[in-house]
């Protein structure tokens, strides 16, 4: 069940993502903050500008604030006086107003390169910590500990940090990657049970996209993920880590279309999030259902994929609570939204397109009246 890439121990399972002199660790355990503080040593220590950091600033939010202490003891034992600063929770929080005052919060402090940031939370709170990390005095090292699965299984790892501008999603960014990525599966019993299966989706998909036993695993033990057991939370967040190690690691800063294949389901379920608005009618991970959901449909239509498959992605999605179909959304706005993706070329809609459990390649080899077909099916469902 371990492979090579992930070193396990009686305390936790570690995955390195190799990118040079930037690689760094992912470790993977349940209930030890106290851990985080020699795990923070030693990934400083391994750069310049971490080796004499004495001083941090913890970033979190309001939903997680409550966890913030026994990190800032940890820190303090290994010699690292933090401050802490909590921003609102929610995307609003991921502006350049806000990272403004992250900037001020480290000019007060008199911060320098050897300051580290260290990001507590979810998606927003790392996107925003990592962000001010990637631009302030040129960089400051970054460590990340992310408390919800969606965070943990993909925002956490490859680096890839922003902001919001007013009319464009993640528009601001750059690329900074962590020097650690410390991850407690104990985090997650504060999340909320949809955001929990939500982020459950993310990991179906790297099953049905790159990896045919973790898909098998799912199948018997998503039950088990979402009850939050220690071994299978632990074993799916490290698996999911280390399959997303390895595109990133082949693609750091997205240039040769590797990393496209995380969007697995991604180009149905981000029309999906544009057309049903921001607001929470589908979380991230309940369009990506959908949009697998959809992209085997298509699959099957173009002839790439078995019926059999499809209804066993349907029947895993089932089981993890989440939905399989968004009725009532207007199929030609979806259409319309995605004719706007990025992957794009030559004015057609191109897809991650599965060719089996645990494959997938780029494709534009769907037509029209075959997307027609199947946003009609997930719109009428
Ligand atoms: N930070 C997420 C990524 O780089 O994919």
Redesign the pocket.
Known sequence: MVSDAVRASDSGQTVRVCLGPRSYEVRVVTNDPGGFGPFARASLDRTWSGRPCRRALLVTDEHVASLAQPYMWALERVGIAASLAVVMPGEASKSLEHASDLYDRLVAMRADRHTAMVALGGGVV??LA?FVAATYARGLPLLMIPTSLLAQV????????GVNHPRAKNMIGAFHQPLGVWIDTATLSSLPPRELRAGSAEVIKYGMSLDAPLFHFLEFQVQAVLALEPDAVRHVVAKSCEL?AAI?GGDEREETGLRSV?NFGHTVGHAIEAVAGYGGTYLHGEAVAIGMVAVCRLAERVGTLDRAATERLLCLVRRAGLPVACPGLDADALLDAMTRDKKNQAGRIRFVLPHGIGKVEMSDACSIEQIREVLAAITND
């Open positions: 790392g996107d990592g993909d925002s956490s790892v490859g680096g890839k940090v997303k990133v995380l």
